[in-house]
């Protein structure tokens, strides 16, 4: 079964609240208004009965008995009917009374009546009494003293012509009127979605890798922390395809080059008939595959960092503790290259709330690219300590340094500098800038004081 859409769902739900609401009260309604019409018939008849009472008083009892062998009979309908006619029928015939002696007798009627039985009733009894095709209404009042009894009645058509009148009063507009509610009701379900489609039409229209946020001019109050919503979801999912897409560049890139050396030099390795030259091709080849590791663990460091590696939560990181561990573990790449490695300030408990592995990055990337820089023989000092409320990182080389124009390009990616001694691939200090970012922190890049270098200074907020 098809589901209904959200605007079909909400109209049948507030048509049937309105029907659940209106059909009760307009059936209550018409109820105590039929009600209430039955009492007013009834009054009239009882109020008919003794306007008869005090004629009859008037007139005399003994000159209306007088009269009891002519069986004075009123005229049920009148000598001038158009008169007395209301839309094509006259009401005068579905009223009347009668007058009975004490033994019975008919002493005065109106012709409708005239042939109504005479039953037995207390007096200022209301009763309903069939005769023919008809029910009448019949409400008796007694004269005790005279020995009288007055019978006025009321025939049921003009009451049930009534009722009918009352259920189409009460009923039609209701039935009537749901319709056109609903139609009303669908309009205004509509008008009141039409920021939804406006959405909807927006999002249709929206170029894929577009960062632009979606603007509803006077949208909804209601509708904003969607928008809103939204729009961050979509950033973030276009900041994730972008991660992706320059991640697969970067791989495609880089590791192209590295792995067309492999395969050259195995190739001349497998044709080579001189066990020195295959040998030396196989050197070049393992090379190759070093330099791929290595530029595959860099991209995969840097992948890690822009997806937030540092996602999780944070945790209490002591920076000299983590310095040392990076100092062990690039041990056989400082002793390769011939670079001393000295710690100006290695501090105790300088504890920071952030994320081990980028912060490792950090200082593995800054080190590294200090000895990839540095011919052998130079010098690389590591200083790590406090200010204030900040940890300060630094790393110092006497290396060829970076000129001041080019320091601000040397954060984009495979950005190598001039003079660069080694292997690197441009992407350390990428790596280093995004570690940074994750903690809210700031990289110099700055002159040596005394001498020929570069200075790099990362200033890290403890809190």
């Given at each position: ?7 079909s ?7 049937i609240?309105?029907a ?6 307009g ?7 039929l009600?209430?019409?039955?009492e ?21 009892v ?6 009891r ?5 009123v ?6 009917p ?8 006259t009401y ?9 002696d004490?033994?019975g007798s ?15 009733a ?30 006025s ?5 003009s009451r049930?012509?009534i009722t009918?009148?009352l259920?189409i009063?009460?009923?039609l507009?209701?039935l009537?009127?749901?319709p056109?509610?609903?139609?009303l009701?669908?309009?205004?379900i509509?008008r009141?979605l ?5 959405l ?20 909804p109050?209601e509708l ?7 729009n961050?979801?979509?950033n ?8 992706e897409?320059?991640f697969?560049?970067?791989?495609a890139?880089?590791l192209r080059t590295?792995?067309?050396s492999t395969?050259?030099?195995?190739e001349s ?12 091709a ?5 090379e ?5 590791a290595?530029r595959t663990e ?9 997806v ?9 990181v ?5 310095a040392l ?5 690039l ?5 390769h290259?011939?670079?001393e490695?000295s710690?100006?300030?290695l ?5 920071v ?14 080190l590294e690219?200090?000895f990839?820089h ?9 200083s ?7 940890a ?9 340094g970076i ?7 040397m954060f ?5 500098g001039?003079d660069?001694?080694?292997e690197g691939?441009g ?5 280093v800038?995004r570690?940074a970012?994750?903690h ?6 700055l002159d040596?004081e ?9 200033r890290?907020?403890?809190t």
């Amino acid at each position: 079964m098809k589901s209904l859409s959200l605007r079909s769902h909400l109209l049948v739900l507030i048509v049937i609240v309105l029907a659940a609401v209106l059909l009760p009260m307009g059936i209550l309604s018409a109820k105590r208004t039929l009600d209430e019409v039955d009492e007013l018939s009834d009054g009239r008849l009882a109020q008919a009965a003794r306007t008869l009472e005090v004629l009859i008083g008037r007139i005399g009892v003994d000159q209306l008995r007088s009269q009891r062998a002519a069986r004075l009979l009123v005229p049920s309908v009148s000598n001038h009917p158009q008169e007395l006619m209301v839309q094509g029928r006259t009401y005068e015939s579905e009223v009347g009374f009668e007058v009975f002696d004490r033994d019975g007798s008919l002493l005065l009627a109106t012709e409708n009546l005239a042939q109504l039985p005479n039953m037995p009733a207390a007096d200022g009894a209301f009763e309903d009494v069939t005769s023919g095709n008809h029910t009448w209404r019949v409400f008796t009042l007694i004269m005790e003293g005279d020995g009288i009894t007055i019978r006025s009645g009321e025939r049921y058509d003009s009451r049930h012509e009534i009722t009918r009148a009352l259920w189409i009063e009460h009923g039609l507009p209701t039935l009537l009127g749901l319709p056109l509610l609903a139609l009303l009701v669908g309009w205004a379900i509509r008008r009141g979605l039409r920021p939804l489609e406006t959405l909807a039409s927006a999002l249709s229209r929206r170029e894929p890798g577009s960062r632009d946020p979606i603007r509803l001019d006077d949208a909804p109050t209601e509708l904003k922390p969607v928008v809103d919503a939204l729009n961050g979801q979509i950033n973030r999912l276009e900041r994730a395809l972008e991660r992706e897409r320059r991640f697969s560049a970067d791989v495609a890139h880089e590791l192209r080059t590295p792995l067309a050396s492999t395969m050259i030099n195995l190739e001349s390795a497998m044709v080579s008939a001189q066990p020195h030259e295959a040998q030396a091709a196989l050197e070049a080849a393992r090379e190759c595959l070093v330099s791929l590791a290595r530029r595959t663990e860099q991209l995969l460091a840097l992948a890690r960092l822009e997806v937030g590696a540092a996602s999780g939560p944070r945790s209490r990181v002591d920076l000299g503790e983590l310095a040392l561990e990076v100092i062990d573990e690039l041990t056989p790449l400082i002793g390769h290259g011939g670079v001393e490695l000295s710690i100006r300030e290695l501090p105790v408990d300088l504890v920071v709330d952030g994320y081990g592995v980028a912060l490792g990055a950090l200082l593995r990337n800054l080190l590294e690219n200090a000895f990839r820089h540095v011919p052998a023989g130079g010098h690389v000092e590591l200083s790590i300590g406090r200010d204030g409320d900040q940890a300060i990182i630094e790393v110092v080389d006497d290396g060829p340094g970076i000129p001041a124009e080019r320091r601000a390009s040397m954060f984009t990616r495979f950005e190598r500098g001039l003079d660069t001694q080694g292997e690197g691939f441009g992407l350390g200090l990428s790596i280093v800038q995004r570690a940074a970012e994750l903690h809210g922190a700031t990289i110099q890049l700055l002159d040596v004081e005394s001498g020929p270098g570069l200075r790099v200074v990362v200033r890290l907020p403890l809190t």
